[in-house]
């Protein structure tokens, strides 16, 4: 055979591999609201269908709508001893952000995760509740996985969220990729 053929063999076979081994499941969420006045959780849950559909869905209540100036901050942590941050800590400003995504890949390569899936794809103000509706594990998984491999571990995705730069909310997303 065609020493060229093989090698393309070959790397079909290892990428398949790759793709059967690195699966991230979700091991957690957990919302807190440091301000029920301004926001509140009406639900943050993981729900189990079945062995391949798994979703997140979360749903906040804005109680002090409109809403015109929001930050989030985005920091990713991996377990060693504890939670040690990893690779990102970063903040965005989200009205800006929606008018320009291009403005920042990082922040478009985390928002890519949800934006189908959420009412929260555009610019301010924000004047409605805001929605995760079922976001598969299966999609965060591609995105992780095919787009930027991590190595194998335990993670926290952890998020600040302020409004008029004050801390209104924390969402932390736990996950582990074996
Ligand atoms: C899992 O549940 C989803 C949604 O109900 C369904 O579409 C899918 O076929 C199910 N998969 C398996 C393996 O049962
Ligand atoms: C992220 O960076 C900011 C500013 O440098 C810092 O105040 C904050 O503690 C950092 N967060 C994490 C989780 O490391
Ligand atoms: C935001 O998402 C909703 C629901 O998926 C969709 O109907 C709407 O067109 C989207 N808006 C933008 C600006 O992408």
Redesign the pocket.
């Known amino acids: 055979m065609n020493s060229s053929v093989r090698l393309v063999q070959l790397s079909i076979m290892l990428f398949s591999i790759h793709i059967a081994i690195c699966k991230l499941e979700f091991t957690n969420v957990k919302c807190n609201t440091f301000d029920p006045e301004f926001a509140v959780f009406d639900y943050c849950f993981l729900k189990s269908i079945n062995r391949t559909y798994k979703y997140l869905s979360i749903k906040v209540k804005l109680l002090k709508t409109p809403v015109a100036k929001v930050k989030v901050?985005v920091?990713t942590f991996q377990r060693l001893n504890g939670y040690k941050?990893f690779l990102y800590?970063l903040t965005v400003d989200g009205c800006r952000f929606f008018n320009n995504k291009k403005s920042n890949p990082v922040v478009s390569y985390f928002f890519n995760f949800f934006k189908d899936f959420s009412n929260l794809n555009h610019s301010c103000p924000y004047d409605h509740d805001v929605i995760l509706d079922k976001v598969p594990i299966s999609h965060i998984n591609t995105q992780v996985t095919d787009v930027l491999p991590v190595p194998h571990g335990d993670y926290l995705f952890?998020t600040d969220w302020f409004a008029y730069d004050i801390k209104r909310a924390t969402v932390d997303v736990y996950a582990t990729l074996n």
Request: glycine content about 0%.
């Open positions: 901050n920091a941050p800590n952890h």
